[in-house]
């Protein structure tokens, strides 16, 4: 594969022709993905660095430059993505971008204004390459952590699907999928966020530090208590339960390790679950620990990437 090519595609000017052809690639073999995901961030790195000006046939060549230098893995580590997949697309300033994180992956932002994002598995964000002179906004759908640098003069705008989360400057964690609609969550972990209906003006809550705004089963907003911050801390790569029914354990394994589970023993569904699993120690090794507390097997098809529960 051209790394032009892979250029051209990242910046969005390759042919429905020419993108079938790369995701073909790319899915072909471990090695073509791992060095698609390592061209990715080298041009995420790179654009996230460029002067303001078009992204075209110049900067593809600065990128294929910098690959041969040492100043590349520089640049990597100054913007906080060594480690992270970068994924979607980057486009010129001036247009809005957007980032889809694949099932099994978590992605680490810097906006323009020094918010900082962490999005979570299955996850898409969309935001300007620069915010105008009115509110900061960007749209997400999944679950995204934010840091916001605090501006009066500017709030930061989240549009989920169903509601708005508006802040000046605060630290906080929403859970909106597009897929879910009966599962809306904001948690708000320091400053303070207002949630509104983006369809019902009655449904509207200011959030308090260590609380959050969920839906109830009506589909009303609620505010409830945050007793467990443990769980915000997937954006360092560990899955943290706490008396959560084993059927939603496993939903939440299948989204981190990328893999679809089986679940054939409905007994096990409302079986309460506690605990703390690396991501990076895998989904055999953490179905192990559980064996210990809930009683259950397990046939694990590597080549279908499938897992059966009995």
Request: hydrophobic content about 40%; overall charge positive.
């Amino acid at each position: 594969m051209e790394s032009e090519l892979l250029y051209r595609y990242f910046d969005g000017a390759t042919t429905p022709d020419e993108e079938r052809q790369i995701m073909q690639w790319a899915e072909a073999s471990p090695e073509n993905y791992r060095r698609y995901l390592a061209e990715r961030q080298l041009w995420s790195a790179v654009v996230f660095h460029a002067s303001r000006q078009p992204v075209r046939r110049t900067l593809w060549r600065r990128v294929a430059a910098w690959r041969v230098s040492g100043a590349a893995a520089c640049i990597l580590l100054l913007v906080g993505l060594a480690g992270l997949f970068f994924v979607g697309r980057l486009f010129p300033d001036g247009r809005m971008q957007r980032v889809v994180v694949p099932a099994g992956q978590r992605v680490e932002l810097l906006l323009s204004d020094g918010t900082k994002v962490w999005l979570n598995s299955r996850s898409r964000l969309e935001y300007p390459a620069s915010f105008g002179r009115g509110s900061r906004r960007v749209t997400l759908s999944g679950e995204g952590y934010f840091e916001v640098t605090h501006d009066r003069s500017k709030p930061f705008v989240v549009e989920t699907a169903e509601f708005d989360v508006r802040v000046l400057g605060t630290t906080f964690n929403v859970y909106a999928y597009d897929n879910d609609r009966a599962t809306f969550e904001t948690a708000l972990l320091e400053g303070s966020v207002e949630v509104a209906s983006r369809s019902d003006a009655t449904q509207r809550l200011v959030l308090r530090p260590d609380e959050a705004a969920v839906l109830s089963a009506g589909g009303r907003l609620m505010r409830t208590q945050v007793t467990d911050k443990g769980r915000f801390r997937w954006t360092e790569g560990l899955i943290s339960l706490n008396d959560v029914p084993f059927g939603e354990l496993l939903t939440r394994f299948s989204d981190y390790f990328d893999i679809r589970i089986l679940l054939k023993n409905p007994k096990l569904y409302d079986v309460r679950c506690t605990g703390k699993f690396r991501q990076s120690d895998g989904i055999d090794y953490s179905l192990h620990v559980l064996q210990r507390f809930v009683n259950f097997s397990f046939t694990h098809d590597e080549e279908r990437r499938t897992i059966e529960i009995r």
